[in-house]
């Protein structure tokens, strides 16, 4: 399979909801990041993990490497969370390159 | 004040010609990054260069030369252009390369007719 599969493929959620995003690995990663694309199709950095948990306002992102996921929880959705989200894990072997999933379109509803 | 430059933002090409794609980072970045986003693909790895010297390249192809003139740029230059070759192409950088944040360019969406 893939090495990242990145669940779910979309989804929609009202404004004040909260959700969660998940990617899983098929082997084990060195790290993981998140990023958001927006409307203009600009890739925005949201966390780098090697480990353990991240929380910048209403985001949290958790890495588990050894058993080979990773989160990304968005609370009280805003519509300008609306875009699609990527993770993107360095794999344990080999080189440095991003290996990104296949995204989760984010629609945030009024 | 964009941080990472990347030039043009748009670009059609006809089948056949060859296109250069610019990316200058003014982050103070040591390690230097490309990536490709076609319509039915993940973001794909391209190349990857730390200090000037190249560390990876997943590209079947000898047509995508990346060339970096200066620490802070890495250009892409595309030969013999098709129409597969049509995706938003990325530049990144991070302070070091691996284990490190990696933070994206605008993109060039390219076009090849």
């Known amino acids: 399979g893939m090495p990242v599969e990145q669940n779910p493929p979309a989804l929609s959620l009202y404004e004040g909801a909260d959700s969660g995003l998940r990617c899983n690995f098929s082997?084990?990663?060195?790290?993981v990041q998140w990023f958001q694309q927006n409307h203009r199709g600009r890739l925005i950095t949201l966390f780098y993990?090697?480990?353990g948990t991240k929380e910048n306002g209403r985001l949290k992102s958790t890495f588990n490497s050894k058993e080979r996921y990773s989160t990304l929880h968005i609370k009280d959705a805003q519509l300008e969370d609306s875009g699609t989200y990527f993770c993107a894990a360095e794999a344990l072997s080999g080189s440095w390159q991003l290996i990104f999933g296949s995204g989760t379109q984010l629609t945030v509803m009024p | 004040d964009p941080k990472i430059i990347q030039k043009p933002k748009y670009l059609v090409a006809v089948t056949g010609s060859e296109k250069i794609l610019i990316c200058e980072q003014y982050l103070g970045h040591n390690a230097m990054y490309w990536y490709r986003q076609s319509a039915k693909k993940p973001l794909e790895f391209m190349f990857s260069?730390?200090?000037?010297?190249?560390?990876d390249n997943q590209t079947a192809s000898s047509r995508f030369q990346p060339q970096s003139s200066k620490k802070n740029h890495l250009d892409l230059q595309i030969t013999a252009l098709k129409p597969d070759d049509s995706a938003t192409y990325f530049c990144?950088?991070?302070?070091?390369?691996?284990?490190?944040?990696?933070?994206f360019g605008p993109g060039t969406r390219l076009l090849v007719l």
């Open positions: 082997t084990t990663m060195k790290s």
């Open positions: 260069y730390s200090y000037q010297k190249l560390m």
């Open positions: 990144a950088s991070s302070q070091a390369w691996g284990g490190d944040t990696q933070y």
């Open positions: 993990l090697a480990q």
